[in-house]
């Protein structure tokens, strides 16, 4: 599975933004699809999770309310929602996915992702 991302951009705290991530290949609604980010010097961390199809989610709890994690897989394509955007949440946004079983303590871990995207830069000024 290859994966691109796109979306990100420069905004205001505040905004709204919405990342996709269009996926190659037939097997894509096989994946569970994942979103994690990467601020400047800080270790990559987990967003949001979204089950094969669909039907399951789940959010860093600091997103919760806010970002929205979904995908369509007619499309090959999964998208995050972001809402509400706040300075610290600059960074650069990656998604991916992962083969196997629907397991939160387990779709949290970057290790658990098989395939990434290359990011998408996202930047909320004050």
């Known amino acids: 599975v290859q994966l691109q991302a796109s979306g990100g951009g420069l905004v205001q705290a505040g905004d709204s933004l919405r990342l996709s991530c269009a996926a190659s290949?037939?097997?894509?609604?096989?994946?569970?699809m994942g979103w994690f980010r990467q601020a400047p010097g800080k270790e990559r961390e987990f967003v949001a999770a979204?089950?094969?199809?669909?039907?399951?989610?789940y959010y860093a709890d600091s997103v919760k309310g806010r970002f929205t994690i979904s995908r369509d897989n007619a499309k090959n394509t999964v998208y995050l929602q972001m809402n509400s955007l706040k300075p610290e949440e600059t960074a650069v946004y990656y998604c991916?996915?992962?083969?196997?079983?629907?397991?939160?303590?387990?779709?949290?871990?970057?290790?658990?992702?098989?395939?990434w995207g290359q990011g998408t830069l996202v930047t909320v000024s004050s």
């Open positions: 290949g037939r097997t894509f609604s096989s994946y569970a």
């Open positions: 991916a996915a992962r083969s196997g079983s629907w397991y939160p303590p387990v779709i949290l871990t970057n290790r658990s992702y098989q395939y």
């Open positions: 979204i089950d094969w199809s669909g039907g399951s989610t």
